[in-house]
C-alpha cells in the first residue's frame, strides 16, 4: 500500500481550491494554522485532523463566510480572492460541467 501524502496548498490542483486546499485555507483564517504552513507532505490522518479542527471552527458560524466576525469575514475574503485570481490564472472555470 502506498502512502499518499497532501502536495501542499501552494502546489495543489485549481490553484488550491480543492477540498483539502480550502481546509488548510480555512485553518489560515482561524488560526489554526500560521499561513506559512501549506501541509505540504502531510498524510491523510494529519489532513483528516485538520479538517475536523477546522469544521469545529466553522460550527458556531453555520459554516457560512457571511456570519463570520468582521475581522475573520474579511481574511476569509482575501484568502479566497488571492486564491481565484491565482486559479483564474491557470485556466480554472468556476463553472460547473454537465457531469458535476
Request: aromatic share 10%; hydrophobic share 40%.
Amino acid at each position: 500500500m502506498t502512502l499518499q501524502l497532501y502536495v501542499g496548498v501552494d502546489n495543489d490542483a485549481q490553484g488550491g481550491l480543492t477540498h483539502l486546499g480550502r481546509i488548510v485555507r480555512d485553518a489560515w483564517v482561524f488560526g489554526i494554522l500560521p499561513e506559512t504552513e501549506t501541509c505540504a507532505g502531510w498524510d491523510s490522518a494529519r489532513m483528516q485532523n485538520l479538517y475536523e479542527q477546522v469544521y469545529a471552527a466553522w460550527d458556531p458560524y453555520a459554516h457560512l463566510p457571511s456570519r463570520l466576525p468582521e475581522n475573520l469575514r474579511e481574511k476569509h475574503a482575501n484568502l479566497y480572492a488571492q486564491a481565484i485570481t491565482t486559479a483564474r490564472s491557470m485556466g480554472w472555470d468556476a463553472e460547473l460541467d454537465k457531469d458535476e
